[in-house]
């Protein structure tokens, strides 16, 4: 087995015909995790234990001929902002540092029913907050293409183990972009849903009305894979869907011929030439494949990132205020007071990035400002959300880039928040939408950095949206 | 200029987020850019737009709405087991009130 290079069929497979049992495979994946990871620093803990547990009850199932599951022996990573039953989430947080959650994800717990083997948890940004990974309390991650730049953010850790073959999938999180950012960078797939697609029930809220929780693989079918194990209506999260979850894999036909597509102008502003080209390749590609491709417009675009900017942080600045020093392992051992523990938990505890948000957050709601700005940024959200409704009554899908640029220099934005803030700027309206979205790989710059095509189709069309990233993926494209 | 470090010390406060005179000055200038750049919104029409504080799609009134069972809590064990400093049950805070 080439443990860098396996997909769940190749599991499935060599499992079934006895090449390798599941523990066997869990522990050459660990061992090569482990020997692997000082290069990027992806993984934060790994979960040596639980891991070889799972992998035994699979060996058991298969030999007392019971079906194993369908991700059954995959070793997954999983985002540190997920929370795992007695296993170390720190949300890349000092204030987590020792945190051990009570109980599992919703999301976990349904992708070890279906057999999946959790090897470790993975460095992100605090929070979930930031675009390259550099805003870790464990430090940064870097990108495995090139390991003096990053590798996005801020599911940037789940990104690069997928990458560097230290894990088959993972699931990460995002809210404006931090999966499908890093995936672009980081040359892999990654998936964020339609909000209420997968059950947030477990992922630590930064901004409730916007968090999801989505699969990164080598390859679409993998992807679509780990969201279907991952999907449907959860009792315990009131905003999960009800809707039924296709059998994404079934749809994965490769037939795409006459499907509208509408490239939007607006995402096409602002692009290093490379990124330019590449997705213009992309396009080509997707003509010769059968598709129409048309030039549409999304003219809220423009305001997308400041109208995220004010609803993301405003949320964040009411979920991060838990964090007290009262139940969350952390108090500054300058707690004289009531008010000292709170003032001094919070300003020791938060990184730079995380404090920024906060204040921005609690100005924008403060007295005075909130019809200013928070009122005001939802509506514009309305509007975004109503630009894309209105694309979709012409088009089946839309194509666009991920990121203006590819991977930058570790270092290279960290001072200037708002250049940092603009490499979100084509991801974050999916989120503000809530519709489905995606990063495939659409080739390499002269310098061999990767760059993402993004997909996005209406609510709850992840199927129509898998099946045009399959078709572009078959038909060779990153190299085709 | 749309914030003062005077209001940015305001904003800590109501935060309960102590800031260093460093940060002060910092998040003066960061906040000062990113709220320039948010004025922005302003320009756009949303007259007769209704906010949108949710994604929302088809289904009936009551598809969110799970059934009023009882069902185990974590038990106050397992709740404190993170807590910096508990004791007979409670979370343990510094003193609020002087008897």
Same mark, same amino acid.
């Given at each position: 087995m080439d443990i860098p290079s396996l997909t769940i069929d190749q599991v499935r497979d060599g499992l079934r015909t006895r090449q390798f049992s599941s523990v066997e495979l869990t522990s050459a994946a660990l061992k090569f995790a482990r020997e692997e990871n000082p290069k990027t620093n992806?993984?934060?803990?790994?979960a040596e234990d639980r891991a070889l547990e799972a992998a035994k009850s699979v060996d058991e199932k298969l030999a007392r001929g019971e079906?194993?599951?369908?991700?059954?022996?995959v070793p997954v990573a999983v985002k540190d902002v997920i929370v795992t039953k007695g296993l170390r989430t720190t949300c890349g947080s000092r204030l987590l540092a020792n945190f051990i959650p009570p109980y599992d994800a919703t999301a976990i717990q349904r992708l070890e029913a279906a057999g999946g083997v959790i090897l470790g948890k993975t460095n992100c940004d605090e929070f979930a907050?930031?675009?390259?990974?550099?805003?870790s309390a464990f430090g940064p991650v870097r990108n495995?293409?090139?390991?003096?730049?990053v590798p996005g953010g801020s599911s940037g850790g789940s990104a690069a183990a997928v990458a560097q073959g230290t894990a088959v999938v993972a699931l990460g999180s995002d809210t404006g972009g931090s999966i499908r950012q890093p995936a672009s960078f980081c040359g892999v797939v990654g998936v964020t849903p339609?909000?209420?697609?997968?059950?947030?029930?477990?992922?630590?809220?930064?901004a409730s009305s916007l968090d999801h929780i989505g699969p990164l693989g080598r390859s679409v079918r993998d992807a679509a894979l780990l969201l279907r194990v991952i999907a449907g209506r959860d009792?315990?999260?009131?905003?999960?869907?009800e809707a039924p979850v296709p059998d994404y894999l079934a749809h994965l036909n490769g037939d795409v011929k006459g499907l509208k597509l509408g490239l939007p102008r607006?995402?096409?502003?602002?692009?290093t030439s490379e990124t330019g080209n590449l997705i213009a390749g992309a396009v080509e590609k997707l003509k010769e494949l059968g598709c129409e491709v048309r030039d549409i417009s999304l003219p809220a675009t423009d305001y997308a990132i400041d109208c995220y900017y004010v609803i993301a942080t405003a949320e964040a600045s009411s979920n991060l205020?838990?964090?007290?020093?009262?139940?969350?392992t952390f108090r500054s051992?300058?707690?004289?007071t009531l008010s000292d523990m709170y003032r001094n938990t919070r300003g020791e505890g938060f990184g730079a990035e995380c404090k920024r948000r906060i204040m921005l957050g609690t100005y924008v709601l403060s007295s005075g400002y909130y019809d200013a700005y928070y009122l005001k940024a939802q509506k514009v959200r309305a509007l975004i959300a109503r630009d894309f409704t209105k694309a979709f009554s012409e088009v089946d899908a839309i194509v666009a880039p991920v990121?203006?640029?590819p991977a930058f220099k570790?270092?290279?934005?960290?001072?200037?928040p708002m250049a940092m803030y603009l490499s979100d700027i084509y991801t974050i309206t999916g989120d503000l939408a809530g519709i489905p979205c995606m990063s495939v790989p659409c080739g390499t710059t002269a310098e061999g950095l990767p760059v993402g095509m993004q997909i996005l189709t209406r609510h709850f069309d992840e199927t129509r949206m898998f099946r045009l990233a399959d078709a572009f993926e078959r038909a060779g494209g990153a190299n085709g | 200029m749309k914030i003062t470090e005077e209001e940015v010390r305001y904003v800590s406060d109501l935060a309960n987020l102590k800031l260093t005179e460093e940060e002060v000055r910092k998040f003066q200038a960061d906040l000062d850019e990113i709220l320039v750049h948010v004025?922005?919104?302003? =320009?756009i029409d949303t007259s007769n737009v209704e906010p949108m504080a949710q994604v929302l799609y088809q289904a009936? =009134?009551?598809?969110?709405l799970r059934p009023d069972r009882e069902r185990p809590g974590l038990g106050s064990k397992l709740a404190l087991a993170n807590a910096p400093l508990s004791g007979s049950g409670y979370f343990k805070v510094p003193e609020v009130i002087k008897r």
């Open positions: 992806a993984y934060l803990t790994f079906d194993p599951g369908p991700l059954a022996g907050m930031g675009s390259s990974n550099e805003n495995p293409h090139a390991l003096d730049r339609t909000y209420g697609r997968v059950s947030r029930y477990g992922l630590t809220a930064f009792p315990l999260d009131s905003t999960s869907a607006e995402y096409l502003k602002d692009l205020a838990r964090y007290d020093g009262v139940r969350y051992s300058f707690s004289g990121s203006p640029f570790i270092g290279e934005k960290i001072d200037d | 004025d922005r919104l302003k =320009e009936e =009134e009551t598809a969110t």
